[in-house]
């Protein structure tokens, strides 16, 4: 019998609005997620106005390495089931744990090219959230989406 098979990670970054690669890594499958983030971010010359990630980069590593090169950057990152909020200060990633706590709903909508078309957190998830939630989607575009998709809830039937 051989050994294991061994694979490895791509790890991009990518501007949400030119789909453009922006910063690439590519790692043994041994090296964690989070460990490769400040190489990426290194990578990337511009301001970065949101960072989006999988539950993997959950914690104030990933955290601190974004904040540290761009702190005005939102990070959205869904938190992991045994994530706890940090004893010595209130941030970023502790805010989106008391919002997850109070029982909110994120919405989001994403355009037939992958774009992250509005994001909202509301306590509910009826058919008038829904109804608010894709009258006031449009007017922040500048320009009409052919698709949108969602994670398609009952409600949005309603809209």
Do not use: C
């Given at each position: 019998?051989?050994?294991r098979?061994?694979?490895?990670?791509?790890h991009?970054g990518?501007?949400?609005?030119?789909?453009?690669?922006?910063?690439?890594?590519?790692t043994?499958?041994d090296?964690?997620?989070?460990?490769?983030?400040?190489e990426?971010?290194d990578?990337?010359?511009?301001?970065?106005?949101s960072?989006?990630?999988?539950?993997?980069?959950?914690?104030?590593?990933?955290?601190?390495a974004?904040?540290?090169?761009?702190?005005?950057?939102?990070?959205?990152?869904?938190?992991r089931?045994t994530?706890?909020p940090?004893?010595?200060?209130?941030?970023?990633r502790?805010?989106?744990?008391?919002v997850?706590?109070?029982?909110?709903?994120?919405?989001?909508?994403?355009?037939?090219?992958?774009?992250?078309?509005?994001?909202?957190?509301?306590d509910?998830?009826?058919?008038n959230?829904?109804?608010?939630f894709?009258?006031?989607?449009?007017?922040g575009?500048?320009?009409?989406?052919?698709v949108i998709?969602t994670?398609?809830?009952?409600?949005?039937?309603?809209?």
């Amino acid at each position: 019998m051989g050994s294991r098979r061994r694979w490895r990670k791509l790890h991009l970054g990518l501007d949400a609005g030119t789909q453009e690669i922006v910063a690439a890594e590519l790692t043994p499958d041994d090296v964690g997620d989070v460990s490769v983030l400040s190489e990426l971010l290194d990578q990337i010359d511009a301001d970065v106005a949101s960072l989006t990630a999988d539950g993997a980069y959950d914690g104030e590593a990933a955290y601190n390495a974004v904040v540290e090169r761009h702190p005005a950057t939102t990070v959205v990152i869904p938190r992991r089931a045994t994530a706890v909020p940090s004893k010595a200060t209130t941030t970023q990633r502790d805010r989106h744990l008391a919002v997850i706590a109070e029982q909110h709903d994120l919405w989001r909508a994403v355009d037939q090219h992958r774009v992250v078309l509005d994001i909202l957190v509301q306590d509910r998830r009826d058919s008038n959230a829904a109804k608010r939630f894709f009258r006031r989607l449009p007017k922040g575009l500048q320009y009409v989406p052919r698709v949108i998709v969602t994670d398609k809830p009952r409600s949005y039937g309603a809209a």
